[in-house]
């Protein structure tokens, strides 16, 4: 089977260790004055929130990813499960070309992303959390602009883009009125048609249900499926969705503070914990049992 | 994806995108159009205001009007191109859709070539509108006026604006917050040096030196020679090549400062944040 995408020995910080030496002196005697958690060697520590920091002065340094490997097969569904903060988001953007590694290196069907990234750019594409578009422009105008950005021409692509909006569940009118009258869940949608209009061979989905109602969220997953089984799309999925991941994935990465603490499919990683009480064990069980922690923030979990 | 059409295809993505956002922000269009004519017409009076004031003697109003109109209007067709350069990445950070723009297969140039096609044939078109409107308020005369020579000291001054456009347009790229503030400081320390409402002359020495980097300075001496004096085209030459000179310094320029910048923001994360 061919490799879709390879990630090898990835690490990535933000914030610096040091900087200039007036600064780390103006620094240190404030850090000196005021902050009991700075371990004044410049060496990762760990903050309340869990993310690896160093405290340099006022500037922590943090491990977004830290020595991640893995491979993600071609026609895979990929899921990577994990905590806010815990570098699910970062590795996609690593892989989208929009950041760059510390160390290591990751290709994207044989094309590496920081000497190729003009290659991996042409047959990838993404759907982040936040359905960021021209909020005055419609829907059409914002997708004729992602689908020019990829090359292509346009009456064809007109046709094809209200197919794919109609078959999002996307009225014929709201495709002409501004963005920012649609609903989040609306929004989302438009993402993924923007996303599918290129036909790419590695799809980035970075919690692409987050925000939408049941039915909605069904329906894309449905057509998450559909292009993968169809198109034979590649496709990478980050959830905070038990569910989500367990019925859409091939495999599944769990991943904190980080780094990847399991993967395997999502059978497998159910046998890794003991059922309790006789009931099945779930995948939540799995992050529990594997991370100390819950997938879901404290506060996310008072919101819901 | 790379050929020559593709390429062309997303370059005209920007151009299409800036003219459906006009479209969409039509009534911010005409604000600004009336805040721009007023300001010309504003600057212009003062022509007029100065006969009074000096006494008609010493004072010839008519040329005073068509210099300081000459002023305002070239500076409102280079600052228009410059303020659209910025919007490279300023109008990306704003809507929030830097990223996605960023990740598409579309190389800078590109990128930039189709900004700058519109930057240049909007601020024409912007200039031109408040240029009859204006010349309706004043009775001008324009009968020794060198209007090719105009016209040519004006293209040419624009592609010194792109240049000092696209290396502005780093800015709201690395300070997500306030770039778009420090853009305004660069182009208000170049309306100061070059000499838009008045003779560099004026200038104290250390200003006088800026002004001789300025583009702004030979744009402006060039088509005030052209329209006051009515300075033949071939004349025009050593307000020319300054101009050409800078741009073809300033846009190769501009693109690797850029690149530099693009690729600081892909290290440190700093696409994510929107400003």
Not at chain 1, 188 to 193: C, D, E, L, P, S
Not at chain 2, 61 to 80: A, D
Request: net charge positive; hydrophobic share 45%.
């Amino acid at each position: 089977m061919t490799a879709a995408v390879v990630v090898h020995d990835i690490y990535k910080k933000f914030g610096k260790p040091g900087g200039p030496w007036w600064k780390q002196m103006l620094k240190g005697r404030v850090a000196n004055g005021k902050n009991a958690h700075s371990n004044g060697n410049g060496n990762p520590g760990q903050n309340g929130s869990g993310e690896h920091a160093a405290q340099n002065g006022n500037k922590p340094m943090v491990v977004a990813i830290d020595h991640v490997s893995f491979i993600v097969d071609e026609g895979e569904i990929f899921g990577v499960l994990g905590p806010n903060g815990g570098g699910k988001s970062t590795l996609i953007r690593l892989i989208s070309t929009l950041l760059l590694p510390d160390q290591g290196n990751i290709t994207v069907f044989g094309h590496d992303v920081e000497r190729q990234s003009m290659k991996v750019r042409e047959i990838i594409n993404r759907v982040s959390v936040e359905a960021s578009f021209f909020k005055k422009l419609s829907p059409m105008e914002n997708l004729m602009y992602g689908a020019r950005l990829y090359g292509l021409s346009g009456p064809e692509t007109h046709k094809k883009l209200v197919e794919i909006l109609n078959r999002l569940g996307l009225e014929k009118r709201s495709i002409y009125n501004p963005m920012e009258e649609m609903s989040r869940g609306m929004q989302q949608k438009v993402a993924i048609a923007r996303a599918l209009i290129s036909r790419p061979r590695l799809l980035l989905l970075d919690e692409p249900t987050t925000g939408l109602d049941p039915r909605s969220k069904r329906e894309v997953q449905t057509l998450v499926r559909e292009l993968n089984q169809e198109q034979g799309t590649t496709i990478l999925l980050t959830t905070h969705d038990m569910g989500e991941a367990e019925a859409l994935c091939h495999r599944i990465a769990i991943m904190d503070k980080g780094k990847v603490v399991a993967l395997d499919t999502p059978e497998n990683l159910c046998r890794l914990v003991p059922s309790k009480n006789g009931t099945p064990t779930t995948l939540e069980d799995v992050f529990l049992e594997l991370t100390g922690r819950s997938l879901a923030s404290e506060d996310e979990k008072v919101e819901a | 994806m790379n050929t020559t059409a593709s390429q062309i295809r997303a370059g005209y993505a920007f151009v299409e995108r800036n003219i459906n956002l006009i479209r969409r922000y039509w009534t911010w269009e005409i604000v600004w159009l009336v805040y721009s004519t007023a300001d010309s017409l504003a600057v212009s009076f003062i022509g007029l205001g100065m006969e009074r004031i000096g006494g008609a003697q010493n004072v010839d109003g008519k040329f005073l009007v068509l210099y300081l109109l000459i002023g305002t209007l070239v500076w409102r067709f280079l600052s228009t191109i410059f303020y659209w350069m910025i919007n490279l990445i300023n109008i990306e950070r704003w809507e929030g859709t830097i990223e996605y723009t960023l990740m598409a297969p579309v190389r800078r140039i590109t990128h930039m070539a189709g900004q700058t096609f519109f930057s240049v044939t909007y601020s024409l078109l912007f200039t031109g509108v408040i240029l009859v409107i204006t010349a309706l308020m004043f009775d001008l005369n324009l009968q020794q006026a060198n209007l090719v020579g105009g016209t040519l000291m004006l293209s040419a001054g624009s592609f010194s604006f792109v240049g000092i456009g696209i290396m502005a347009s780093i800015m709201p790229l690395l300070f997500p917050e306030r770039g778009e503030q420090m853009a305004h400081v660069l182009i208000a320390l170049v309306l100061l040096v070059s000499g838009v409402y008045y003779p560099v002359d004026v200038l104290p020495p250390l200003l006088q030196k800026l002004a001789v980097i300025s583009p702004a300075t030979y744009v402006l001496e060039g088509t005030r020679k052209a329209l006051l004096d009515g300075m033949p085209t071939g004349q025009l030459w050593p307000y020319v090549w300054p101009t050409l000179l800078m741009g073809l310094v300033l846009i190769p320029a501009g693109l690797w400062i850029f690149n530099q910048a693009e690729r600081y923001a892909k290290r440190t994360g700093r696409l994510h944040r929107n400003g």
